[in-house]
């Protein structure tokens, strides 16, 4: 007689890896929901924990994704790309979040069109496409929470964003925490339980 498995007795399906064009598409909405909210405060602030003022940690936000996108076209073996972008320093915050959505845009195409076997140099680790993706999420997720920490507005790193950059960049983040908490936490900007608050740290973008 032939025994069908019932529900809870079936082995459950793998999981499914995440895509990580939809997870930075996910995290630029969420990030600009949140930015857009605080667009009135005082931006000359210091951003939370950071030597920046919330105006140039979003200059520093919209840079960097370009710059990963420019890493992933020119694809160099040891350096970085002589290509800086900027957003216009006379730009009221509104116009400066439409060039951080130009930023993150241009980086999930480049992203998109980039073949898994392409790698690109970053000083913390030659990638590939899903790291740069992975970095490019981190990067919105950390300096979002830096800045509305800085400016009152209530805002956390999504726990599924969280989780994913955390099981590609920190390989040997510990268990057991929540992922915004264990994100914070590689991070340096907030403790967790048991352990201590990390003064440097680094992500970990080589292929895995």
Known sequence: MTVIPSATTATPAPATPPRWTDLLATATEDSLAALEEAAGQDWSRHAHGL???????????????????????????????????????????????????????????????????????????????????????????????????????????????????VARLFPDAPSGHSPSGTLLWCTGRAPLAGLPRHVEWRWDGTVR
Do not use: K, N
Request: with cysteine; aromatic share 8%.
């Open 51 to 165: 030597d920046w003022s919330c105006r140039q940690t979003l200059d520093h936000l919209a840079l960097g994704l370009t710059g990963y996108a420019g890493l992933l076209i020119v694809r160099p073996a040891d350096r970085y790309i002589t290509l800086l972008a900027s957003l216009d320093p006379q730009a009221p915050i509104p116009d400066c979040l439409d060039g951080l959505r130009i930023a993150a845009t241009f980086a999930a195409s480049t992203i998109r069109d980039t073949p898994p076997e392409a790698r690109a140099w970053h000083p913390w680790g030659t990638s590939d496409a899903t790291g740069f993706a992975a970095m490019a999420v981190t990067e919105l997720a950390l300096h979002t929470y830096d800045i509305t920490r800085a400016l009152g507005v209530p805002w956390a790193p999504p726990e599924t964003t969280c989780a994913a950059v």
